[in-house]
């Protein structure tokens, strides 16, 4: 009898504990969405979207600009419904439909005291689309070109600073993608592949601080090239390993790479010299 009430409490305080937990788990339900899209009244639902926009509840606030867009298209808060709609998107992380939305508010608004700012989020948009430099790179130029064109356009804008900070992180992503494709085709020991691939991007970024590093690439890669072809190939290929060393010399005298391109450069010298010596003892 003693453990027969022990059991009781114990499954009455259970119980107990439960309901205290279900009471704390509810809350205040927030007014549904959808009863808010039913209300035929459109000032109501405009009001609610301004409270949902200013809550940061970017989702709801969409759904309910998007409802009331076409009682108001001809209303002067038009331009703000649709402003902020573009922000929904924007703030959502959906870049490629904000980015549509502010292009489409620049059609619709081009005199609009916030068409600077648009216009820059237009652009901004592409920016966040741009992927890690071993992706697809179309989002990263499209940001360089739109950016490029906000700058053109709006020459005194405080944003300018700022477009040309990213379009620098923009073609230094674009560097690091050619570089790492150029070193692959030289790992892989694909020589000649990668010493145009190396020579491309010297030429893509002839300002770049490792424009002499791509330039020893070039030879370093022409000079394996050259050590693998044939006799008969031989001769003109070393010639052109001591041509892009004297580039090198004439471009970059002060670097200090200078030493190794040195290196190089006698090295193709000695070889060329072997190379002729053989093919005329092969002629006698």
Request: aromatic share 16%; charged share 30%.
């Amino acid at each position: 009898m003693k453990y027969g009430w022990f059991i009781i409490s114990v499954i009455f305080l259970a119980g107990c504990g439960g309901s205290k937990s279900t009471v704390r788990k509810k809350k205040q339900p927030d007014k549904s969405i959808s009863k808010i899209l039913k209300n035929p009244d459109y000032a109501f639902k405009l009001r609610m979207a301004e409270q949902f926009f200013v809550k940061k509840k970017y989702a709801k606030a969409q759904l309910l600009y998007e409802d009331v867009m076409p009682f108001y298209k001809v209303e002067k808060e038009f331009e703000d419904i649709y402003y902020k709609y573009a922000y929904c998107a924007y703030y959502q992380k959906d870049y490629l439909n904000a980015e549509n939305i502010f292009k489409t508010f620049l059609e619709i608004f081009p005199n609009s005291a916030k068409a600077e700012e648009v216009d820059y989020m237009r652009a901004y948009c592409f920016y966040r689309q741009s992927p890690k430099p071993e992706l697809d790179q179309t989002s990263t130029i499209k940001t360089i070109g739109m950016m490029q064109t906000f700058i053109n356009t709006h020459p005194g804008s405080a944003k300018n600073k700022e477009a040309w900070e990213i379009i620098e992180i923009c073609r230094a992503k674009l560097e690091t993608k050619d570089y790492r494709a150029a070193q692959l085709y030289y790992d892989m020991g694909q020589y000649r592949a990668a010493g145009v691939a190396f020579s491309t991007l010297l030429n893509s970024f002839p300002e770049s601080a490792r424009a002499d590093e791509y330039k020893l690439m070039v030879i370093k890669s022409y000079y394996r090239f050259a050590e693998m072809s044939i006799e008969d190939k031989k001769t003109e290929r070393f010639e052109q390993v001591i041509n892009e060393c004297n580039e090198f010399t004439d471009r970059f005298p002060d670097s200090k790479l200078k030493k190794e391109v040195d290196e190089f450069y006698n090295l193709s010298q000695k070889n060329l010299k072997n190379t002729n010596y053989e093919q005329v003892k092969t002629s006698a």
